[in-house]
């Protein structure tokens, strides 16, 4: 099923990026197709969906084989990777054979649009029939009454969920390793980590472990990851995807994403989950378009697919801070883009800096409200005690790791009387300006593009103490939570790194509900960006 | 669904210092409860006699002479809306514990609350009826505490904006309490969920958590500190009590915990601009136990005032203990509580528009003060007035009998007299007995024009209450058409009179008194049929005439 086992890289990091002009932007590099068109050869690999779903269409293959390949191919590689909290093997094969059966009795209308695909889901979004901890020892064993609206709506299109995907605890974290559970590690390199915090399901993907993941993205937490692991993520509109089922992190930033191996697979997915959820007020009624037909394939492209498309560089994101390799990576892309037919302009957030102090401070006030419940009383872990404080104290000091603690201190301090107005009230005020910064800058352009994250994948352990470096490297992803907005994350390079470098990810950013547009983009740029495979190392040994 | 247990909580003193915070509806120590009708309420239309109240009010009035004392309340009102405030669970009062509780109401990981609509609908009702603005915009807020019964650790309630604001409340105090109008403001009326109760075993061992009563909505009602004495209290605890039955936006009733009421006390010397320290009471049942118990505040405060020891009265909850009718101190404020406020991130803004307001306003019924005024114009008296439009079914029968043509004071006097105590006997409503508007308007019109007599008229009734059917039925029925005919009355009375000769031998020698007598007997013969005018006319005559 994956496509061909070799990883290509570029090591631009070894070269040294020309200064960018202030405006235009047109640097070129040299190795990318000088013209895409109707010539090229295809990109990498075809959507794993759309092949699972032909091949069980055809018959040429069952679900049940399906699912054996992918669960050997997980059982070999969970001991290095660690991506899952809990793997459902039994439920999977036996849902594989129920479905086999349908499709001997039914043919074709028994088969949903995600028939036979396997999907990790992140273990803060619940499920029925599985423990979902939400990578906290405070809900160790929980097993929630209901599927999340995202995990239902996977289900009733056929999908078959093969397990829970680690993360940091309540998604607090961007490593993965603040797991109450185990520490995930990178595909690419077992030395580092897979970001975070939806970073099982980022390196889940990446290790073909199953087809697709679910995961949430409050600060970036499905973008930086999947730069992490070279996979494609996709951060929706707050409101596109129910977050009903997902436990809460900061409500008013949290939304459901999901990671796929190629832009096909991340868009048939979106039109899956996506849609008004009467279970959640927030989320929107928006028109959900088929998002996986709107992409134009390749053989269909016009040489210049991008024509009229403008797109703004980020300024900000490109500057100090920014490991050069990533610059250089970012750059290549944007001039890609160019060739493709796009003007490429660079563009100033005045705002941006203001974004990541803004975004700590109402995450954390709405984590320390969110995260009230886990108490003890109702469910999960409860310390046996003399009186009610100590209850409260010994179940919650007990059952919630350090950075969870860390930023419930915080929240609680933020919203503390004397304190609102000066970080709360604040923070808030600086939301409303890196709105109206975003709105501004995609008024003039379709897309602005940036890194994912300032740096590839680092070593386990490498920030693990200075929780500071840890938050500044959520700047490149924050910003796009506070204004709401939708971005895409797709493979675009790498950098020296590992045995075979380390991939580095592109974050497309869009107005409101423009997700369609973005995939589209994406979709274009990765079967147009030839040189590049995003397979990890780890699979070429088998 | 298993109940869940708090385990390994051992320490009865947990619970004893904050029992009364959150459970002071459903634990009352003291089972001193008031009907609905009871106590000092308005629907007494026999008041207890005057010289103990006076006696009492001057007692009162000398013990707090030259101090004033000021109070403010806050009501929540529980909505019997189908469903609760934020999930679809239903609640019914006393009904098996967590048998009404599903994911979003229990407060599970991922759920969110989704707004019952129908709360909206009673916010705004209730705010118009208080006479408040409407907020077209207003949002909901976390206020965040720990506690057991509160699932989520916050509660959803509305802080800096709440759906209704700056009103105010009409009502007419009872007659037997000295009667006036009163006009108290309304600071605000928002919206938010109720907590669900803690249940404590009797050794006191362990504690159990019943979540039926989490995210049943309520409205809060927070007053003006506009009141001086306990029956202003409880007097407007009653109207917000009307109000909510009338609007039918909840049932009202105390002792399930439907209407809860705190209040805030504190005195000043008369002449003071600012207020003294506040006190808070709660631990009330009834609007009779308001009333006492803020007189016993009252008394309290003032007296610790009179001995120069005002620097007791300090900010804490004291509980109202009915049995030995004082209040008792529960918890004494350590500053203030800081309950970190913050925009609900999980509901959208409340957003109501002009039109949608005027059909509330348009759907609502004429309201308690508004019918007061109306029976007021109409000259009965106040106490007729108040007690009328205390109960809209009262006052809706009353309303509906007039339509029919009947005497607003016969009405009246029907219904105040012989129906209601009939109810009282059977313990039913007015809207439970077969008697309709009309059969009662005919009554009053068949004695009225004489085709009955009162007493016949009072048996009528009570069939008609009983077992329905119309005035007409009944009086062809029983035969009961009053004798109006003199030369028949005149045949009774002499029969009566020759039966009867040692009475009328005694009523010549100059007991005249026995003129009753015989009217009873001329009655009794008659079967209660004979005109009593007709009677004692004919009947004085005779008695005089034969001399
Ligand atoms: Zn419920």
Not at chain 1, 323 to 336: E, L, N, Q, R, Y
Not at chain 1, 444 to 457: C, E, T
Not at chain 2, 51 to 61: C, F, G, P, V
Not at chain 2, 175 to 187: D, N, P, Y
Request: with cysteine.
């Amino acid at each position: 099923m994956p496509p061909p086992l070799q990883a290509h890289r570029m090591l631009l990091s070894h070269r040294r990026a020309s200064p960018i002009p202030r405006r235009r932007f047109t640097a070129a590099v040299s190795s990318l197709p000088s013209a895409p068109a109707k010539t090229l050869a295809p990109g990498p690999g075809p959507s794993s969906i759309l092949s699972i779903r032909e091949s069980l269409l055809s018959g040429e293959r069952t679900a049940a084989d399906i699912t054996a390949e992918y669960l050997s191919r997980l059982r070999r590689t969970e001991p290095i990777v660690r991506s899952f909290i809990h793997v459902a093997d039994a439920a999977a094969e036996r849902e594989a054979q129920e479905l086999d059966r349908r499709i001997a009795s039914g043919g074709q209308d028994a088969v949903g649009p995600l028939a036979g695909v396997l999907v990790g889901v992140k273990d803060n979004l619940c499920t029925a029939n599985m423990p979902s901890t939400g990578g906290s020892r405070i809900l160790d064993g929980y097993q929630p009454a209901y599927d999340a609206t995202a995990v239902r709506r996977l289900r009733e299109a056929g999908a078959i969920v093969v397990g829970k995907t680690n993360l940091d605890e309540f998604g607090m974290g961007s490593t993965t390793e603040g797991s109450g559970f185990q520490v995930t590690t990178n595909p690419w390199d077992d030395s580092r980590v897979p970001g975070g915090s939806s970073g099982g399901s980022a390196s889940a993907v990446s290790a073909r472990q199953c087809v697709v993941s679910l995961g949430s993205d409050t600060g970036g937490s499905v973008r930086q990851p999947a730069s992490f692991c070279g996979v494609v993520g996709l951060k929706p509109t707050y409101g596109r995807v129910s977050r009903y089922g997902l436990m809460a992190y900061a409500s008013s930033l949290d939304v459901v994403g999901c990671f796929g191996s190629s832009v096909v697979d991340t868009a048939t997915m979106l039109s899956v989950i996506a849609g008004h959820d009467k279970m959640d007020s927030t989320s929107s009624s928006h028109d959900v378009p088929d998002y996986r037909s709107d992409l134009v394939s390749l053989n269909l492209l016009e040489s210049k697919p991008l024509n009229n498309l403008r797109i703004g560089i980020i300024q900000e994101t490109l500057g100090d801070g920014v490991d050069t390799g990533v610059i250089s990576s970012i750059k290549a892309a944007a001039s890609h883009l160019e060739q493709l037919g796009s003007v490429v302009e660079e563009v100033s957030l005045p705002s941006f800096s203001l974004g990541l102090p803004a975004y700590y401070i109402l995450a954390s006030s709405e984590a320390s409200s969110n995260l009230s419940r886990y108490d003890g009383i109702r469910y999960g872990r409860q310390v046996s005690a003399d009186d009610l404080n100590e209850l409260y104290g010994d179940s919650r000091s007990n059952g919630l790791g350090h950075e969870v603690k860390m930023r419930i201190l915080m929240g609680t301090y933020a919203l503390s009387a004397g304190y609102y107005d000066a970080y709360y009230k604040r923070a808030q005020q600086v939301r409303t300006l890196v709105k109206k910064s975003f709105e501004e800058a995609l008024r003039r352009y379709d897309i602005l593009v940036s890194p994912a994250a300032p740096s590839a994948a680092y070593k386990i352990g490498e920030k693990a103490n200075d929780p500071l470096a840890m938050y500044a490297g959520d700047i490149m992803t924050v910003n796009v939570n506070l204004a709401g907005l939708p971005a895409l994350v797709v493979p675009c390079g790498f950098v020296d790194g590992g045995s075979a470098g380390l991939p580095v990810g592109l974050q497309m950013i869009g107005s409101p509900f423009s997700e369609g547009n973005l995939l589209r983009v994406g979709h274009i740029f990765e079967q147009t960006l030839q040189d590049f495979s995003f397979v990890p190392p780890l699979l070429a040994d088998s | 669904m298993a109940l869940t247990l708090l385990r390994g909580i051992r320490t009865p003193t947990l619970f004893r210092t904050n029992v009364g915070l959150f459970c002071t509806a459903r634990h009352p120590p003291l089972a001193h409860f008031t009907t609905r009708a009871g106590g000092m309420q308005t629907t007494e239309p026999k008041a207890a006699p005057k010289s103990i109240q006076q006696a009492t009010k001057e007692a009162a009035e000398h013990k707090t002479r030259g101090f004033e004392a000021v109070i403010g309340i806050e009501t929540h009102v529980q909505l019997s809306t189908i469903t609760k405030a934020f999930c679809s669970c239903p609640y019914n009062y006393g009904s098996q514990p967590n048998s009404t509780v599903c994911p979003t109401c229990m407060g599970h990981p991922g759920t969110l609350p989704v707004l019952n609509a129908k709360v909206v609908d009673c916010a705004v009702k209730l705010g118009l009826a208080l006479n408040c603005e409407i907020s077209m915009t207003s949002k909901f807020d976390r206020k965040q505490y720990f506690y057991p019964d509160l699932p989520k650790g916050y509660q959803i309630s509305q802080f800096d904006i709440p759906i209704a604001e700056k009103g105010y409340l009409d009502l007419d105090l009872p007659v037997e309490f000295g009667g006036g109008h009163r006009r108290f403001g309304i600071t605000r009326v928002h919206m938010e969920e109720d907590a669900g109760k803690l249940l404590h075993s009797e050794s006191g061992s362990y504690s159990q958590v019943d979540l039926n009563r989490a995210g049943v909505p309520l409205l809060e009602i927070v007053s003006e500190p506009d009141m001086r004495t306990g029956i202003e209290a409880a007097e407007y605890g009653a109207e917000i009590q009307r109000l909510v039955r009338y609007l039918g936006v909840g049932n009202g009733n105390m002792q399930e915990g439907s209407l809860r009421c705190d209040v805030n006390v504190s005195v000043r010397p008369i002449g003071q601009p600012e207020f003294g320290t506040k006190v808070e009471v709660k631990n009330m049942n009834s609007f009779s136990e308001i009333s006492r118990a803020i007189d016993y505040e009252i008394s309290r405060q003032i007296l610790l005032h009179k001995e120069s020891q005002a620097d007791q009265i300090v900010q804490e909850t004291r509980l109202w203990d009915e049995s030995s009718q004082k209040t008792f101190t529960m918890r004494k404020k350590e500053g203030l509580a800081d309950y970190r406020y913050f925009p609900e991130p999980d509901l959208p803004e409340v957003v109501l528009t002009s039109e949608y307001i005027d059909e509330i306003r348009n759907s609502m019924p004429e309201l308690p003060e508004a019918k007061r005024r109306r029976y007021e114009n109409m000259g009965l008296s106040m106490q007729d007035v108040i007690f009328l439009a205390n109960d809209d079914n009262v006052a809706h029968f009353f309303d509906a009998t007039l339509e029919r043509g009947a005497d607003a004071k016969l009405a009246a006097n029907w219904i105040m007299g012989d129906i209601t105590a009939y109810l009282k006997n059977e313990k039913l409503s007015i809207d439970e007995i077969k008697l309709t508007p009309l059969e009662l308007s005919e009554l009053i019109a068949s004695i009225k024009n004489g085709t009955i007599n009162g007493k016949i008229g009072k048996e009528i009734l009570v069939e008609l209450i009983a077992k329905g059917g119309t005035v007409k039925s009944v009086i062809e029925e029983k035969d009961l058409v009053q004798i109006a005919d003199p030369a028949a009355i005149e045949a009774i009375v002499d029969q009566v009179l020759a039966d009867n000769p040692k009475q009328l031998e005694q009523y010549r020698a100059g007991k005249t008194k026995l003129q009753g007598f015989f009217a009873g007997q001329v009655m009794k013969a008659s079967k209660g049929k004979a005109s009593p005018v007709l009677l004692n006319k004919i009947l004085a005559e005779k008695l005089k005439g034969n001399q």
